[in-house]
């Protein structure tokens, strides 16, 4: 009998597949296989990176663990609404929670009061992705930027101006950018959206000047050249961005 509920985390620092036998850890898992329509959580609205690789996980579970598996939405609260939605579903395995690794890793340390416990109410199952992230620039910014020193410059200039688009508050592309601008002693203010999508939305609609998103989320608006991106936060460089610098490599010390 289980007791606890189902954790696929997506990791925000990858976007290869990890390589981990995700069928075979979720058949051992639950046995036998779920009869009943399996539900995928993402705390993030649809069209963002957890969400699309959610839907790519969906479609290689239905047969093997499930006949019907469905990708549900519940943004909100920095993806706590989500979090908090499969603690409080039936254990049997039907209702899994998608998630980036820091509602789980980070906000025990970055909020003063949870509604779960990531040990206690959940089982982790498998890693599914790894993903970088990126800094990217939008129309708000002038088109003189091109290096991560120059947007500090100009935010240097421009204080009033000086903000970036983040997701969730309180986790992994929040703290990317204070540590950003602590190590340009720079003030940035962060901009907090429910989800990547609608932050690179407001990216390419000249509401921010500056965001912070998955590379999965980036890479396709940076080659449509509607946003520019300045850095990556890996230790190297990413082999989808060859020559993107890491924010290393840009002069900051910023490694995620």
């Given at each position: 009998?289980?007791?606890?509920r189902?954790?696929?985390?997506?990791?925000?620092?990858?976007?290869?597949?990890?390589?981990?036998?995700?069928?075979?850890a979720?058949?051992?898992?639950?046995?036998?296989?779920i009869?009943?329509?399996?539900?995928?959580?993402?705390?993030?609205?649809?069209?963002?990176?957890?969400?699309?690789?959610?839907?790519?996980?969906?479609?290689r579970?239905?047969?093997?663990?499930?006949?019907?598996v469905?990708?549900e939405?519940?943004?909100?609260?920095?993806?706590?609404?989500?979090?908090?939605?499969v603690?409080?579903?039936?254990?049997?395995?039907?209702?899994?929670?998608?998630?980036?690794?820091?509602?789980?890793?980070?906000?025990?340390?970055?909020?003063?009061s949870l509604?779960?416990?990531?040990?206690?109410?959940?089982?982790?199952?498998?890693?599914?992705?790894r993903?970088?992230?990126?800094?990217?620039?939008?129309?708000?910014?002038?088109?003189?930027?091109?290096?991560?020193?120059?947007?500090m410059?100009?935010?240097?200039?421009n204080?009033?101006?000086?903000?970036?688009?983040t997701?969730?508050?309180?986790?992994?592309?929040?703290?990317?950018?204070?540590?950003?601008?602590?190590?340009?002693k720079?003030?940035?203010?962060?901009?907090h959206?429910?989800?990547?999508?609608?932050?690179?939305q407001?990216?390419?609609?000249g509401?921010?000047?500056?965001?912070?998103?998955?590379i999965?989320?980036?890479?396709?608006?940076?080659?449509a050249?509607?946003?520019?991106?300045?850095?990556?936060?890996?230790?190297?460089?990413?082999s989808f961005?060859p020559?993107?610098?890491?924010?290393?490599?840009?002069?900051?010390?910023?490694?995620?």
């Amino acid at each position: 009998m289980l007791t606890r509920r189902y954790l696929l985390t997506a990791s925000a620092m990858g976007l290869a597949c990890a390589g981990t036998g995700l069928r075979r850890a979720l058949a051992e898992a639950v046995t036998p296989a779920i009869k009943k329509p399996v539900h995928l959580i993402v705390g993030f609205p649809a069209g963002g990176g957890t969400d699309v690789i959610a839907r790519i996980l969906a479609d290689r579970l239905r047969g093997p663990y499930a006949s019907t598996v469905l990708v549900e939405n519940k943004p909100g609260a920095a993806a706590r609404i989500a979090v908090e939605y499969v603690k409080n579903a039936e254990p049997d395995g039907s209702v899994m929670l998608f998630t980036p690794d820091f509602p789980i890793t980070v906000y025990p340390h970055s909020f003063r009061s949870l509604n779960y416990d990531p040990l206690r109410d959940f089982i982790a199952v498998a890693p599914a992705a790894r993903s970088m992230l990126t800094y990217n620039v939008g129309p708000a910014a002038p088109d003189s930027v091109k290096t991560l020193a120059e947007l500090m410059q100009w935010c240097k200039a421009n204080p009033a101006k000086s903000a970036y688009a983040t997701t969730a508050a309180g986790g992994t592309p929040h703290f990317v950018g204070l540590m950003l601008a602590n190590e340009a002693k720079v003030p940035m203010t962060p901009v907090h959206y429910r989800g990547g999508a609608p932050a690179l939305q407001d990216l390419i609609g000249g509401h921010v000047p500056a965001s912070i998103n998955p590379i999965s989320e980036s890479m396709v608006q940076a080659k449509a050249g509607t946003i520019r991106i300045l850095a990556v936060t890996g230790a190297r460089r990413s082999s989808f961005l060859p020559d993107v610098p890491t924010m290393a490599e840009a002069g900051y010390n910023v490694v995620v």
